[in-house]
């Protein structure tokens, strides 16, 4: 069963900074894994979808890595803006499933 | 223009009601999911149908029970609603057949059983 970990949960950082959001996953048979994000009252925003023969797909100030034999993907975010504000969800799939199984998310606050 | 639309965005009902939930997709897209997020922020799983198939059922009580008219609607029907079932719930689609499975999702429906 696949579970899925964000760290942190949340982060407050001041507009400019440069941020790395972790996510940990427990099941590697993975061929994928999006990154979404949530603003508050709304539905999810899909970000960047990486696939498992690669190992970084860039959109932008975003870059998510993933490395599947470690269970870990990153999403980075370059000169963060207040707009960026919001919180960001990582999916992987069940192994061998089309079923996505989202982590808690990690909420971030970029303050100007 | 928009391209997951769900009716209604709000809905405060009482314990014991049938209600549904409508979501609609202008994509064309061939797979629409169900998704639940409680109150602390989870969001799960709960149907998703391809091409008006069920392909996944996750352990949901039988009293939700999802229709797919066609492969551009796909709507949530509950009945003998619950306090638990209060939540908002998200209707998404993706085109399984592209290969990349990328999920779009629709703005929520926001269920509240008092």
């Known amino acids: 069963k696949q579970e899925v970990t964000q760290i942190p949960a949340a982060l407050s950082v001041p507009e400019g900074e440069n941020l790395v959001l972790n996510c940990s996953f427990t099941?590697?048979?993975?061929?994928?894994l999006q990154w979404f994000r949530q603003d508050p009252g709304k539905g999810l925003t899909s970000l960047l979808l990486?696939?498992?023969?690669?190992r970084e797909q860039t959109s932008g100030r975003l870059n998510a890595s993933l490395d599947k034999s470690s269970g870990r993907s990153t999403l980075y975010i370059a000169a963060s803006q207040p707009g960026d504000s919001a919180t960001y969800l990582c999916?992987?799939?069940?192994?061998?499933?089309?079923?996505?199984?989202f982590g808690k998310g990690t909420k971030l606050t970029v303050n100007p | 223009d928009t391209a997951v639309s769900q009716t209604p965005k709000y809905l405060v009902t009482q314990m014991g009601n049938d209600k549904s939930i409508k979501c609609e997709q202008n994509?064309?897209?061939?797979?629409m999911y169900w998704y639940k997020q409680d109150s602390k922020k989870f969001l799960k799983i709960m149907f998703s149908?391809?091409?008006?198939?069920?392909?996944i059922n996750e352990t949901v009580p039988n009293r939700f029970s999802p229709k797919s008219p066609d492969k551009a609607h796909l709507n949530l029907h509950i009945n003998s609603l619950e306090l638990g079932d209060s939540a908002v719930y998200f209707c998404?689609?993706?085109?399984?057949?592209?290969?990349?499975?990328?999920?779009?999702f629709g703005a929520g429906s926001r269920l509240t059983v008092l």
């Open positions: 999916a992987p799939p069940q192994g061998g499933s089309e079923k996505l199984v």
């Open positions: 998404a689609s993706s085109n399984i057949g592209s290969g990349a499975n990328v999920l779009t």
């Open positions: 099941d590697s048979a993975i061929y994928n």
């Open positions: 990486i696939q498992s023969s690669q």
């Open positions: 149908y391809n091409n008006k198939e069920l392909i």
């Open positions: 994509l064309g897209h061939d797979t």
